[in-house]
T-cell receptor, first 112, second 111 residues
Framework: GESVGLHLPTLSVQEGDNSIINCAYSNSASDYFIWYKQESGKGPQFIIDIRSNMDKRQGQRVTVLLNKTVKHLSLQIAATQPGDSAVYFCAERQNQGGKLIFGQGTELSVKP | SQTIHQWPATLVQPVGSPLSLECTVEGTSNPNLYWYRQAAGRGLQLLFY??????ISSEVPQNLSASRPQDRQFILSSKKLLLSDSGFYLC??????????FGQGTRLTVV
């Protein structure tokens, strides 16, 4: 659910390593989930999405895993690059066609 | 292709002054529209969302209001700004059942 008042957790990884960013969502009725990447001073950009009838979806260097039992979402980034440094947010669409609620966000820092 | 325009990019306003931020979308019809606010180093808080002209849902009690006078126009307003209204305001649009696309945001500083 929304944790807008909390400082963002951070994840620091070495360039070339894989990154795993986790997110807990709030509504068991949510049917659609999205991962966004936000660079400083910019609006969030879509990375990958997944519907509730799926457990896993793969994109280019990214994989999203959905565990509906524990209401958990993860984003895996393979071979993390310096350009991947940003804040990553998960979002859930609550009720069919309804509002989009963002999770807390994680700041990813990639060390060269 | 669809595009979203949000302006201005930055705004400095005195306490007690009015506010009007405008967002327009091109290349689509009947989108869901959203206003979010983001405090520095924090997450995105949904302020308002709209599924159609004149249909506005307010998510949090606050000093702000929203209007949708046309299908692809979403306006965020305040009659009197407070210091606590400072933040990064983001407009977004989305088709009914898929992702939302964000504008570049407005950095509002209330002084």
């Amino acid at each position: 659910g929304e944790s807008v008042g909390l400082h963002l957790p951070t994840l620091s990884v070495q360039e070339g390593d894989n990154s795993i960013i986790n997110c807990a969502y709030s509504n068991s009725a949510s049917d659609y989930f999205i991962w966004y990447k936000q660079e400083s001073g910019k609006g969030p950009q879509f990375i990958i999405d997944i519907r509730s009838n799926m457990d896993k979806r793969q994109g280019q260097r990214v994989t999203v895993l959905l565990n509906k039992t524990v209401k958990h979402l993860s984003l895996q980034i393979a071979a993390t690059q310096p350009g991947d440094s940003a804040v990553y947010f998960c979002a859930e669409r609550q009720n069919q066609g309804g509002k989009l609620i963002f999770g807390q966000g994680t700041e990813l820092s990639v060390k060269p | 292709s669809q595009t979203i325009h949000q302006w201005p990019a930055t705004l400095v306003q005195p306490v007690g002054s009015p506010l009007s931020l405008e967002c327009t979308v091109e290349g689509t019809s009947n989108p869901n529209l959203y206003w979010y606010r983001q405090a520095a180093g924090r997450g995105l808080q949904l302020l308002f969302y709209s599924v159609g002209i004149g249909q506005i849902s307010s998510e949090v009690p606050q000093n702000l209001s929203a209007s949708r006078p046309q299908d692809r126009q979403f306006i965020l307003s305040s009659k009197k700004l407070l210091l606590s209204d400072s933040g990064f305001y983001l407009c977004a649009w989305g088709p009914r059942y898929t992702e939302a696309f964000f504008g570049q945001g407005t950095r509002l500083t209330v002084v």
